[in-house]
DNA sequence: ATGAAAGCGCTAACAG
DNA sequence: CTGTTAGCGCTTTCAT
């Protein structure tokens, strides 16, 4: 008749009812092969029946691990990084031991960055993965030395760190649009300040170059990372005198946008004009029209990311490595040749 | 020189610097009114200074609480889900104390949402927020009476909850498309299971009954809640006999696939086929043509989840409430006329 | 207003 | 193989 709010078991509990010591309950959870056979069965039961679970408090503060990773991405809700926080999650269900995902969003703000690292040092989580965060360098340098890390998209010789070939997939994607035959490529980035924009810019002028083909700078406009800023920004590449037959649009989410702005102004997407996007946001290829884009396997890149940072949580002293995912050029109905 | 990883302060550690004992440290960080002034300025000052941290872990295990908070959704990958995750961030940022988030999956799978639950409790989390769970009774009673929860889109009389006015907000959708003159209007669900899609279906009948109009079956099509699946039921609607001239999509992103697979049947939308969404994810505004759709507020709503569960955690004894959300039309251009 | 002491529930030596 | 013991760092009576 115990009306209290059930006061959970703790191990005393179970030892009691079990006939043998708490500690002895506790091997059996935490060691079970230094346990006689016989009696290890015994707890493992009365465990079961009991429902006893090991209260995470007073473990951690015994073993000060949490149990717990955290992931900070510019903003949830993104696609490209929900997308990449589901790959995350699906890693940690697959590992044998339990992580909690603690989840923040930078927000591409340095200050907020920098916030949020003060209370993964609180929370003394075990490990965070870090995803293209804001400008300047990473900030795992207010953590501690010894706390797993691992960066998505900024690249750190101290950390491991997945990237993409950015070059690779940019020449891949003017490649596609030289080959149609544009010359007069845009690009919409997602601000003039983060690292993310300034890189793909980079690349993207690279890649041109390489076909020998110049970007104008009115050929380059921003989209504030939304299909509204895409939107926007297309509209305003249109109404130059001598408007781009093609567009890069550095996340699908701007691509998108500027396909719906051409679209409202009576453009035909590809036929007066071909759109790139980046990423595969899941819906792309079910846009008018379908479109083209570099695949950059956001899940994928979630999963493998929390992959790695398990096995440095469990092996601390391997050796940070790189690993470069390609780009790869998905070709959809958004690009064909310009009109001649 | 100390090489080690420099190990995080402790009560002790800032009491010694003080010239007082840990306790009044203690009561310093926790109830600074029970402290002389001198002596608090100095331990606060050093606190500031040293940069001393609480170690969560033993004060939870002091209070037993976590200042941990969880939300469910059935995917993180879901645009909607994803703003509503934000809005739940948002709130929490905005709080006088720090809870942390963390985020579960339960892929509408009710064996997940079990499973979870029992994490749940595993975890002591203060509370937790339930979004549109899988089929069945919401798992709320696996769960302690004394943890705070709040359903979303989820009803029950013993726990605060947000609800959709579905009811008013089908009736305004089909009064639109009624007023337009449409007389053939099919809808596209989610799945056959789901308590979500059974009960959009339920009022989409419902309010097509309030204009005299009937859902023959074969306009009732199922599209797996994601965009690819939106683009093969369209066709299948498409290719009746007597296709209909106007779709309702469960959820924008199914809409958006639907008029995808419109489009690259060389249909016309609006003209050929009206097509009304739900959700205002981000993006349909731009989408080619822009969406007509149903504004569910989801950022507004995970915000206001939040902040009712915080109050529920401050505030046990309060009375459970269940507050509707109507639903607000946004008429953009995806619906017209059918042709005559 | 402050200190001493107990103990939250657990893990990990250390004995036996 | 198992029990005893000593904390992990904190909050909170209970004294003073």
Known sequence: MDKLPNKPLTLKDVALRAGVSHSTVSRAINHPELINGAT???????????????????????????STIALVVPSIS????????AGVQAALEEATTRYDLLIFSSDEN????????????????????????AGGPPPTSLLPENMAKVLVERSNKKVDSLILDLEGGLIEACSHLHELG????????????????????????????????????????????????????????LQLPEPPTAVFGVTDTIAMGAMGAASSLGFNIPADCSVIGFNNEPGSSELNPPLTTLDACSFQIGKHAAEILLGKIRNPDRQPTEVKYSLRLLKRSSTAPPRS
Chains 1, 2 share one sequence.
């Open 110 to 133: 340095l200050k907020k960055e920098r916030f949020i690292c003060n209370l993964l040092l609180q929370h003394r989580v075990d490990g965070v993965i870090f995803v293209s965060s």
């Open 182 to 237: 544009h010359k007069k490529i845009a690009i919409i980035t997602g601000d003039t300040t983060s690292i993310t924009s300034k890189e793909r810019l980079k690349w993207f002028q690279g890649a041109l170059a390489v076909f020998g083909l110049p970007l104008a700078t009115e050929y380059v406009e921003h989209g504030g990372w939304t299909a509204r800023g895409g939107w926007e920004a297309m509209l305003r590449l």
């Open 78 to 85: 993104n696609l490209a990084f929900a997308n990449l926080t």
């Open 40 to 66: 290890l069965e015994r707890i493992m039961k009365l465990v079961q029946e009991l429902g006893y679970h090991t209260n995470p408090f007073a473990r951690s503060l015994q073993t000060s691990h949490s």
